[in-house]
């Protein structure tokens, strides 16, 4: 009796061991040795072969070989081919295992394309800049609508399409449809509708319904620079030749027209490739100064902003036209300032991401360069709070600026009342908020040493009207090595 127990028993258990076998036949099934790529051992889905013989998933050998290796990873001997193989064997072979184990929740990989040649790009390329020589803006949309596809498919494609000189093509081509007085577009013709149509109209139709005006030749189509500033995207950063087509008057003057009448994909586009352009390079921003309503368009930028990358590059261009000058004399602020940037910058901060506060504070650090800046400045209620809020935070940037911005407006108030004006406004209210106890602790952790200068200057600022304020907490100095 107690035998047959025990049989029922382990009858019970068996087919519990059996029912979980089959509920988790995804996690019991192995997959075969064969079909493991040997570097992630995970299941191949596209497998080359290196002319060592060895097989693995195409996108982790080539991430082997762009890190700089030159061996096989198995056998160690030198790939004299770094192209591989495919190996369609081998991956009909997965396909089929994939088939017959359906009923484990395999599902077949799909067949890879086949990757773009080099020669299939140049041939596209070619098109591009023969339509350009033609005047043929409908041709040249066509053919930098595959250019972009073929870009976008792959990061394997995307290098092959940049390294056969697509940004310099296609900024040739920016170059050459690019109005150079006003930056407006011409029209486009609508097959369809038999009619002319303008940039908003354009958006909304296919590239087979366009065609350019007659005696326009399709040059300065929105459509079409729009589609090239997109490509390039994809290509950043450019290469040197590419950015110095991009880099003249006529196409920064396109950029600022899309900055100003695009769309949001139109506006997202021509910022990530004018700041590739423009950065440290003062003969480009010197051409994008010249441009008219510039400036207007990166507030626009900030004042609306269409995504964390989109700011920061807009922040990154008004820097580096802003730092181009010597503050005492840089008119460039001044305007900024008289366009409400400051302001601007001010409620960016109160609540903003690493990238986006280290990239504002630089550019409110150079507007507080100039009377007008520190003024505008002291006179706005967030100024105080935020800088002191963004001291050890941030980053070691973000702060350094931080200090930057509080010494100039603290030294500015304090020379204004040492003229018999009231200049102990700033410092009072960096008193009131904690600048003193944070100031402290960043010389006990440690900063560059300009920043250390300032940041003990303001301690002597701050220390004077300590005592006349029952502001500081006991609490305040939890953190801090005593004695000071």
Same mark, same amino acid.
């Given at each position: ?13 068996? =087919? ?106 140049? =041939? ?45 093509? %296609? ?87 899309? %900055? ?27 051409? %994008? ?83 007008? =800046? ?111």
């Amino acid at each position: 009796m107690i035998l047959s127990w025990r049989r029922r028993r382990a009858a019970r258990g068996a =087919g519990k061991t059996r029912d979980t076998a089959n509920r988790n036949g995804v996690a019991e099934l192995a997959i075969p040795i064969n079909f493991r790529c040997p570097i992630s051992l995970d299941l191949m889905k596209d497998p080359v072969t290196l002319s060592t013989g060895i097989t693995y998933d195409r996108e982790n050998i080539e991430r082997w070989i762009e890190s700089g290796n030159n061996t096989c990873p198995i056998t160690n001997r030198l790939i004299t081919n770094q192209e591989p193989i495919p190996n369609h064997a081998i991956r009909k072979v997965i396909q089929g295992w994939c088939v017959e184990n359906k009923s484990y929740g395999v599902d077949r990989i799909p067949t890879p394309r086949i990757p773009v040649s080099s020669v299939e790009v140049a =041939g596209i390329l070619g098109g591009v800049e023969a339509a350009v020589r033609r005047g043929d803006g409908g041709g040249c949309l066509e053919l930098v609508g595959k250019v972009k596809d073929l870009a976008a498919e792959s990061e394997r494609n995307r290098r092959r399409v940049v390294a056969s000189g697509a940004g310099r093509a %296609l900024s040739e081509t920016f170059e050459a449809f690019s109005d150079r007085s006003t930056g407006s577009s011409a029209p486009m013709h609508c097959q369809q509708h038999d009619e002319f149509v303008f940039f908003e109209e354009q958006r909304n139709l296919g590239t087979e319904e366009l065609r350019p005006s007659e005696g326009c030749s399709g040059k300065n189509s929105p459509l079409l620079l729009g589609e090239i500033l997109s490509t390039l995207t994809l290509m950043l950063p450019l290469d040197e030749e590419a950015k110095s087509r991009l880099g003249s008057f006529s196409s920064l003057n396109s950029m600022v027209w899309f %900055l100003k009448n695009g769309d949001l994909s139109g506006r997202r586009t021509a910022i990530l490739v004018m700041k590739d352009v423009v950065s440290f390079d003062q003969q480009k921003l010197d051409a %994008l100064i010249k441009v008219e309503g510039a400036m207007e368009a990166l507030v626009k930028l900030v004042r609306e902003p269409i995504c964390v990358q989109t700011t920061k590059a807009s922040l990154s261009v008004v820097y580096n036209m802003v730092a181009s000058m010597p503050s005492p004399n840089n008119d460039f602020a001044r305007k900024f300032v008289d366009m409400g940037l400051v302001s601007l910058l001010l409620e960016t901060l109160v609540d903003s991401e690493r990238g986006v506060s280290e990239r504002a504070l630089a550019v409110l650090d150079e507007l507080c360069g100039c009377d007008e =800046g520190r003024e505008k400045a002291c006179d706005n209620a967030l100024t105080v709070p935020v800088l002191v809020k963004k001291i050890l935070r941030v980053s070691d940037l973000a702060t350094e600026f931080s200090v930057s911005v509080l010494w100039k407006l603290s030294k500015s108030t304090e020379k204004k009342g040492e003229e018999g004006g009231e200049g102990s406004d700033v410092v009072v209210e960096a008193l009131q908020v904690g600048a003193f106890q944070k100031l402290l602790l960043l010389l006990q952790v440690g900063c560059g040493e300009e920043t250390k200068e300032k940041a003990s200057e303001l301690l002597k600022l701050l220390n004077l009207f300590r005592d006349k304020l029952e502001c500081i907490d006991s609490m305040d100095f939890k953190h801090l090595k005593r004695p000071f």
